[in-house]
């Protein structure tokens, strides 16, 4: 026995993407050793279309923990390497097994080898039969091919040959990165930092954005957004946050349209920033948490107007989801408790109780006729306090 | 963060360690500092480190030194004296408590009605104060708790505490009275026998000492049992090493006091006319002459009182919103609630300490009211 543990990574869809593969792979592997520290990892090679990744056997719990975030990975198995000989690959099989009986009832199990190295000499149902046989016939097991309770993994490759009976399922989507960046609009509440988790799943790597607008806004609103960029850190390393003042625009939009069209008006200059922004840091796209008709001013013609402000795509991942859909991935992430603390987001400042529901392109140009959006939104994207948030 | 330059006015929630304290700890940190209970030398010095803080913290309070017991904060002393109180009980009896307390005092108060006592709160008037009559009237044979507060933290009401106990000891002698002199302790005059109570409760970090210290004094003949064991430390009622730092603090904040009472009281009126300066129909919450000299609470009205404490904050002003209220929660104070103060009324709570100086104290009124035009 060994104290290091290879874990067999698996990469669903990244594997069909042609001849992007290589660089998918490239993102993946470099993702999967900034995600892990570097001292606990001892290897990680590519071999036979997956990933093995040698740590010691100490930090196996806290590896599998870390793996469980990476997007890229379809699943992996922390498995036991072997010697390349029947007797070896059974006795650990044993040894495993013994172990998983003494956790849960077994009742069924199977063996699924995959043989790659064709210089073994058995074939790998010649192997299923024989290890299959043996552990069935030691521990009083059922064999069963479709309905079992166990699944003892061999592999036999060039990369060496390991036993497992574990299968993690990972967080599936592309590697971070390999879509290009982001520009995320984050406001501290429970959708923003959702839906920026959900773009870093097809491979996007974020920058943030947060209108920040003091004193209506406080010092804890802001720490509050520091604290949930850092839940999206785990699946990209550090991420940068920019901070817009926004108090004067925002009171300037306030006193030049209808109270109802205030919120429109909002986010139609948060979208003017945010596009400046991006576009200085080469980012394709806008992403925001907007839903559709969570809130009374969230309608197909609100969105269209905010948009229309955006001189970049406006991409929405939660534009169909209901909230306790938005709440349980939260969870997940492990943004939803801090989201939920009581600090004020700067939407929620100098809004009507009946904001508009349908604010016509005609009304939104004539509020914003007396505008100079240039010099205001140049200044306001100029001046933002860029904090590079998860930086270790 | 760097403080120069900070106007502080929020000593009701906290106060700054006064240097000389700090000096001394840090002192007392850098020498070998034994475990009180230890036969050596070095426990010995511990312990009469301990033996002289508990000795003028006995002072303030006026008893014996063996009937000051040390906590981890006054949060634990309520606590504890609420609790211990309850367990001595053979029967489920009564507990009134102001309906203005801390919530130390509260909760832990609500915990008994779990356990089979009947927990009523005593309303106030538009200033705080308990209506003698009413407390009167609600006190039963089986009443065995009062808790009132000396001085409220939110509002900086002055309880008649001295008048009402003598009337609950003149209905009910076998009732035990608690008082929160968290406020008070080192300011006005906490002597037992002159507040007529049987429990007192104080916190070293209200006072210039670091928090993690508070005590609770136990008048003669009044005892509590233990929530907890683990060791005879403080006589067994609250065991676990003692915190020989923070009792050191504690000792000599409770020498040092709050300041004096004129210099505060003055502060506070430059404060609250600085608000008036810039919001005419602003006022206080409590009447002066039923006020602690050191808490004004005033109102806001057209503003948001968060709003009012961000705007400050980010000029180096620190005051509090005077609740837990958030304009979404709508977590309204309970002590406005029972004085009557309406909803929509928005306050901010200006408190100074010791170090508050007079320069500082005109720099804050100077700010307070070019913000608060700022704001308007």
Not at chain 1, 112 to 141: H, Q, V, W, Y
Not at chain 1, 278 to 300: D, F, M, P, W, Y
Not at chain 2, 1 to 19: C, F, I, R, S
Not at chain 2, 220 to 238: H, T, Y
Request: hydrophobic share 40%.
């Amino acid at each position: 026995m060994t104290n290091e543990t290879v874990f067999v990574l698996r990469h669903g869809e990244t594997f069909i993407k042609g001849q992007n593969r290589r660089q998918f792979e490239d993102r993946l592997r470099d993702n999967i050793a900034k995600t892990l520290a570097s001292r606990s990892v001892k290897g990680l090679f590519r071999a036979q279309g997956r990933f093995y990744l040698r740590v010691e056997q100490a930090a196996e719990d806290w590896v599998e923990k870390r793996l469980t975030r990476v997007f890229g990975l379809s699943s992996f198995s922390p498995a036991q390497p072997v010697e390349r000989e029947i007797e070896s690959i059974l006795k650990v099989a044993t040894q495993m097994v013994e172990k998983e009986l003494e956790a849960r009832p077994i009742g069924t199990f199977r063996v699924t080898t995959k043989r790659s190295d064709k210089s073994f000499p058995m074939t790998s149902p010649e192997l299923n039969r024989e290890i299959g046989g043996a552990l069935a016939e030691r521990f009083e097991l059922g064999v069963d091919l479709q309905n079992h309770d166990l699944d003892v993994g061999i592999e036999i490759s060039e990369a060496g040959s390991f036993v497992f009976v574990k299968r993690v399922p990972g967080a599936g989507g592309l590697p971070v990165g390999v879509s290009g960046r982001v520009m995320l609009l984050l406001s501290g509440g429970i959708d923003s930092p959702v839906a920026g988790h959900l773009l870093q799943k097809r491979g996007c790597s974020l920058f943030a954005v947060y209108f920040h607008a003091p004193p209506h806004t406080s010092e804890r609103a802001k720490d509050k957004v520091i604290q949930l960029s850092e839940t999206l850190c785990a699946a990209q390393g550090p991420i940068n946050l920019h901070v817009v003042r926004f108090t004067e625009l925002q009171k300037m939009l306030r006193d030049q349209g209808p109270p109802e069209l205030a919120v429109v008006l909002y986010r139609r200059a948060m979208m003017r920033i945010a596009s400046r922004l991006a576009a200085a840091r080469r980012c394709k796209a806008l992403i925001t948490g907007e839903n559709l008709g969570q809130v009374a001013s969230q309608t197909l013609e609100n969105l269209s107007r905010i948009e229309e402000a955006a001189s970049l795509p406006v991409l929405r991942p939660l534009i169909a989801f209901d909230k306790l859909e938005i709440i349980e991935l939260a969870q997940r992430l492990g943004s939803y408790d801090i989201s939920i603390l009581p600090h004020e987001d700067t939407c929620s400042l100098f809004v009507p109780k009946h904001p508009a529901t349908k604010a016509s392109l005609e009304q939104v140009t004539r509020a914003e006729e007396r505008i100079d959006f240039d010099e205001l939104v140049e200044q306001a994207a100029d001046e933002a306090e860029v904090i590079r948030v998860g930086e270790q | 963060m760097d403080n120069k330059g900070l106007v502080y006015l929020d000593n009701a929630a906290t106060t700054q360690v006064d240097p000389r304290i700090a000096d001394a700890l840090s002192k007392l940190m850098q020498t070998h500092l034994g475990n009180p209970s230890s036969r050596h030398a070095l426990g010995l010095h511990a312990e009469r480190a301990v033996r002289n803080a508990r000795a003028a913290v006995a002072e303030r309070f006026a008893v014996d030194k063996s009937r000051v017991f040390f906590t981890s904060g006054a949060t634990e002393a309520s606590a504890l004296a609420i609790l211990g109180t309850a367990a001595k009980q053979r029967a489920p009896g009564h507990v009134l408590v102001s309906s203005t307390e801390h919530p130390s005092v509260l909760d832990s108060a609500a915990l008994l009605s779990k356990a089979g006592h009947e927990v009523e709160r005593i309303p106030v008037d538009q200033d705080g104060v308990i209506d003698a009559k009413r407390l009167e009237s609600m006190l039963r044979p089986e009443t065995f708790l009062v808790a009132m507060m000396h001085v409220n933290n939110e509002v900086g009401t002055v309880q008649p505490v001295g008048r009402l106990a003598l009337l609950v000891k003149r209905k009910n002698r076998r009732c035990r009275v608690l008082v929160d002199a968290v406020q008070s302790f080192g300011l006005l005059a906490t002597k037992m026998d002159g507040l007529s109570a049987d429990i007192l409760v104080a916190s070293g970090h209200k006072l210039h000492a670091p928090s993690g210290i508070g005590c609770l004094a136990l008048k003669r003949g009044v005892s509590l049992a233990p929530i907890w064991g683990g060791g005879d430390q403080e006589q067994g009622l609250r065991p676990g090493t003692e915190n020989v730092l923070g009792i050191v603090a504690l000792g000599m904040a409770a020498t040092l006091g709050r300041g004096d009472r004129q210099r505060l009281a003055d502060g506070c009126r430059v404060l609250q006319e600085a608000v008036r300066a810039a919001l005419r129909d602003s006022e206080p919450v409590v009447a002066s002459e039923r006020r602690a000299p050191h808490i004004v609470t005033v109102t806001v009205p057209g503003l948001r009182a968060e709003v009012v404490v961000n705007a400050l904050s980010e000029r180096g002003v620190c005051v509090s919103s005077g609740s837990a209220c958030h304009s979404r929660r709508s977590l309204r104070s309970h002590v406005l609630t029972a004085l009557g103060v309406a909803d929509d009324v928005e306050v901010i709570r200006l408190s100074l300490g010791r170090l508050s100086s007079d320069d500082e104290i005109s720099r804050g009124a100077e700010l307070i009211e070019s913000t608060l035009k700022g704001l308007r």
